[in-house]
């Protein structure tokens, strides 16, 4: 019978062959854009996914607290109508990196998700839907962070 340390172990060298070969990397790191996620504006994180410059839409939405009691944990969420679209982002105009969160649509998925985000003071929230064809539009809403609850 293999003994627990035995096999934490031969599991070790298992992972440290495979790292050898390169092959534990290639897979256990996921793909990202820094180049988005260091963007400063709406604009600069849609050029980074290939995007063109950003136009408004109804077709966009954006939802989330009209005032956020703790910006620690604030609820956002974004969904598009929009035909062939690609990406959604969801973007905070005042956070030192506005890119929030990014998420890929395929036919097999709803255009529409919810996350929570960090708000360090109030600010735009945007949701930009980019089509097949690079085109961006967006929605926006203003949500407010209050400190403790008391206003701001």
């Not at 495979?18 to 180049?35: E, F, M, S, Y």
């Not at 996914?49 to 136009?55: K, R």
């Given at each position: 019978m293999t003994t627990r340390r035995e096999m934490l172990a031969t599991g070790?060298?298992?992972?440290?062959?495979?790292?050898?070969?390169?092959?534990?990397?290639?897979?256990?790191?996921?793909?990202?854009?820094?180049?988005?996620?260091d963007a400063k504006?709406?604009?600069?994180?849609?050029?980074?996914?290939?995007?063109?410059?950003?136009?408004?839409?109804?077709?966009?939405?954006?939802n989330g607290p009209d005032i956020a009691e703790n910006g620690a944990v604030v609820p956002i969420g974004g969904a598009t109508t929009i035909?062939?679209?690609r990406r959604l982002l969801l973007l905070v105009e005042k956070n030192p990196n506005v890119l929030a969160a990014a998420f890929d649509i395929t036919d097999a998925v709803d255009p529409s998700?919810?996350?929570?985000?960090?708000?360090?003071?109030?600010?735009?929230?945007?949701?930009?839907?980019?089509?097949?064809d690079n085109k961006v539009f967006f929605a926006k809403k203003e949500i407010k962070v209050t400190l403790g609850g008391c206003g701001g």
């Open positions: 070790s060298k298992v992972a440290a062959l495979l790292a050898a070969a390169g092959i534990v990397p290639a897979t256990a790191h996921a793909d990202w854009n820094k180049t988005a996620f504006t709406m604009a600069e994180a849609a050029r980074a996914f290939g995007g063109a410059t950003p136009a408004e839409s109804k077709d966009v939405t954006v035909p062939n679209a998700f919810n996350t929570r985000v960090k708000m360090g003071q109030s600010s735009d929230v945007f949701a930009v839907a980019i089509t097949a």
